[in-house]
């Protein structure tokens, strides 16, 4: 992401709190030892915490 907005900042600091929350819930820091559904599942937890903190900041959807 070129130049974030405050915004967007924070919401990927958010998902990062819940990627790291995943990680540590998996006892593993190895990507490369990730299964498949548990690589999709980090990525589903990147994306859903970067939306939900960009709507609970903005009060509408992202412009994406």
Request: charged share 25%; no cysteine; glycine share 6%.
């Amino acid at each position: 992401m070129i130049d974030p907005n405050e915004d967007e900042t924070a919401a990927m600091q958010a998902a990062g709190v819940l990627a790291g929350e995943y990680v540590e819930h998996l006892g593993k820091t190895d990507l490369a030892a990730f299964t498949e559904a548990e690589w999709n599942t980090l990525i589903e937890s990147v994306i859903t915490g970067y939306i939900e903190e960009m709507q609970r900041r903005t009060q509408k959807d992202p412009p994406f």
